[in-house]
């Protein structure tokens, strides 16, 4: 599978401030997923990255507050907005190589918003 | 996509089988069994998934009821670092022009135990 990496591991962040989370992987992918794990709760995805076209996003989420991008088929960013105390979580990249291979996770951005 | 109930934990003796139960009553035709585990502070790991035949990798097994309407992962040999939260997920089959998202439940945790 896939070595995915990303950065920061960790953070804490101001309030009003905004942080961009890098996903690195370590062969080329097709697709590849953001989601957020809330602290105590399951995974929800944010958006789905193409390369090359805008990111799809599920409801509840939205560009202005979590822009993304995907300049290559290795590299993506998430960033996460005019943060407040509410967007505390880890941030997990995922990537499928095709439409049909097991999605592969990293091991999250965890992040604390004061 | 159809939604998916496991039991919220279990325990498990170390060494013996733990068998993790998965209802999918409304799968449909063109659906996935998925299963990822999470440990604690890493990224989700993918285990294993299946269509309608029972399959086997090394690390457990997939057994999927004739209707499809139900699923068991076994872990044959539970040790200590088994201990993890487990997810059962449906995941539309992918095509060429879309991928199948995975969403993901509350999950079972499940505590191996000396």
């Known amino acids: 599978s896939a070595v995915i990496s990303q950065k920061p591991s960790r953070d804490i962040c101001q309030r009003g401030t905004s942080l961009t989370i890098q996903c690195q992987v370590d062969s080329q992918v097709t697709m590849m997923f953001w989601y957020r794990q809330q602290p105590g709760q399951s995974l929800t995805l944010i958006a789905t990255?193409?390369?090359?076209?805008?990111?799809?996003?599920e409801s509840g989420f939205v560009i202005d507050k979590f822009p993304i991008s995907r300049p290559n088929l290795t590299f993506s960013t998430l960033t996460v907005s005019n943060m407040s105390p509410e967007d505390s979580s880890i941030y997990l990249c995922?990537?499928?190589?095709?439409?049909?291979?097991?999605?592969?996770f990293g091991n999250g951005t965890r992040l604390t918003v004061t | 996509d159809a939604k998916t109930t496991q039991p919220p934990s279990m325990d498990c003796a170390e060494g013996r089988a733990a068998n993790l139960p998965c209802n999918h009553s409304?799968?449909?035709?063109?659906?996935?069994v998925y299963w990822y585990r999470q440990i604690h502070s890493q990224g989700p790991q993918y285990i294993i998934h299946?269509?309608?035949n029972n399959e086997t990798n090394e690390m457990a097994s997939l057994i999927i009821t004739e209707d499809r309407k139900s699923s068991t992962l076994i872990l044959p040999h539970a040790t200590l670092r088994d201990t993890a939260v487990y997810y059962c997920?449906?995941?539309?089959?992918?095509?060429?022009?879309?991928?199948?998202?995975?969403?993901f439940g509350a999950g079972t945790q499940v505590v191996v135990t000396p």
């Open positions: 995922s990537v499928g190589r095709d439409s049909n291979s097991p999605l592969h």
């Open positions: 997920i449906v995941r539309v089959r992918g095509t060429t022009d879309s991928w199948g998202k995975l969403q």
């Open positions: 409304t799968i449909s035709g063109n659906e996935y």
């Open positions: 990255a193409n390369q090359g076209s805008e990111a799809t996003y």
């Open positions: 299946g269509l309608k």
